[in-house]
């Protein structure tokens, strides 16, 4: 018996196949979970979803337009995904947008309110939105699994990482207090903090591009992360394997962040 059998997951953030979503839903499918998916309002954003997801092997996938920033959208999303699925085990946020202007080396001091705000929103409220509109159907389901994409800066000043390293700290705390609020229905709250992955997302963050070059010489296993690292342990985090596991940040970055110098 896989180790996913009968579960099934909501997966936030596919927008192509170099995407972490794409890694997780990948393994989360092998290990025998059923997928349903989101894309970013548009037929261009639709289309390269979709595309990614036929990828995986589903030839018929439900996929429906979220925006997160939008509580209607999150609101209308879970009521069709109740409508379509009898129950809701694993909920995979891996979202995050930040005005790439201020996404540069010697920028976070020039960073505009509305830029600020709009980061906190879509990168860290979101998981929050989503998390309380999941929550009754995964109730209902026993319990489950949400889990959310975080990243290094979040605890350490990553220059250029700017005000995603703000939203990302606000996204491990606000897991970590909805796990303190959803454990007496079963419901557990996770982050991953992933390595760095060449995506569309990690392309908006300025002086990246030493980064994979640093990690083959100081990261403990000498290499840099790949996507299916971070899918094993989504599966990890959604099945049984992690029942007691709730609250935690677990670093999935071949041992960088444990490297001072
Ligand atoms: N790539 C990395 O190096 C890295 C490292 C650690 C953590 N992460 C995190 O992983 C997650 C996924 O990013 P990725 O690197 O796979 O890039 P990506 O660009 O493939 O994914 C980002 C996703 O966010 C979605 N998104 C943005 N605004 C949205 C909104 N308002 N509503 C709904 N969806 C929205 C996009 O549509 C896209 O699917 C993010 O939280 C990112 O911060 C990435």
Known sequence: ???????????????N???????????????????????LPGEKNERRTRRAVEALGIAEPWLEPLDAASDADIGAVMEKFGGAFDRLDVVVHSIAFADREWLAKGKFVETPRAAYLAAIDISAYTLLGIARAAAPLMARSGGGSVMAMSYYGAEKVVPGYNIMGVAKAALECTARYLAAELGEKGIRVNTI??????????????????IEGHNLERAPLRRN????????????????????????????????????V
């Not at 196949?17 to 894309?39: K, N, P």
């Not at 342990?233 to 444990?258: F, K, P, Q, R, W």
């Open 1 to 15: 018996m896989a180790l996913l059998d009968g579960k099934v997951a909501l997966i936030v953030g596919i927008a």
């Open 17 to 39: 196949e170099r995407s972490y979503a794409w890694h997780i839903a990948q393994s989360l499918v092998e290990h025998g979970c059923r997928c349903g998916f989101t894309h």
């Open 193 to 210: 903090s992933g390595g760095y992955l060449r995506t569309l997302a990690s392309s908006a963050v300025g002086g990246t591009s030493d």
């Open 225 to 260: 992360v790949e996507g299916s690292d971070v899918g094993k342990t989504a599966v990890y985090l959604a099945s049984d394997l992690a029942s007691g596991v709730t609250g935690e940040n677990i670093y999935v970055d071949c041992g960088v962040n444990t490297i001072g």
